[in-house]
């Protein structure tokens, strides 16, 4: 059973970066076909995703967000980082991890609300 677990500051500041972890237990995340995102949703706003990293360690990122976003694994600790820097009141949304591993399955994290504000 896959369990994703979203860890970070509750609260940035504007400009600050923001830095979340994804903590996986039940399967690595160097599983074949299996692929760790990162998506968001914002008050009132549909699920946006910010990017992914796939088992080979190849990544992707939104194209709204390619600029200021970065997604990283640590294979030692079966952890996903995801970076967001120069973040504005905009970027307050709860942040998901999710994982689709090979049989097409999705697991989402809880999810953690990140706020944006001085």
């Known amino acids: 059973h896959v369990q994703l677990h979203e860890s970070g500051p509750g609260l940035v500041k504007p400009s600050q970066t923001l830095s979340l972890t994804c903590a996986v237990s039940?399967?690595?995340?160097?599983?074949?076909?299996?692929?760790w995102n990162w998506i968001r949703q914002s008050p009132g706003k549909a699920p946006e995703r910010i990017g992914s990293?796939?088992?080979?360690?190849?990544?992707y990122y939104s194209p709204s967000l390619k600029s200021r976003s970065s997604i990283s694994r640590d294979t030692s600790t079966n952890q996903v980082t995801l970076h967001l820097n120069s973040v504005t009141p905009e970027d307050t949304a709860v942040y998901y991890c999710?994982?689709?591993?090979?049989?097409?399955?999705?697991?989402w994290g809880k999810g953690t609300l990140v706020t944006v504000s001085s």
């Open positions: 039940g399967a690595s995340i160097t599983t074949n076909n299996s692929d």
């Open positions: 999710v994982s689709i591993l090979g049989d097409g399955v999705e697991y």
């Open positions: 990293i796939w088992y080979t360690g190849r990544t």
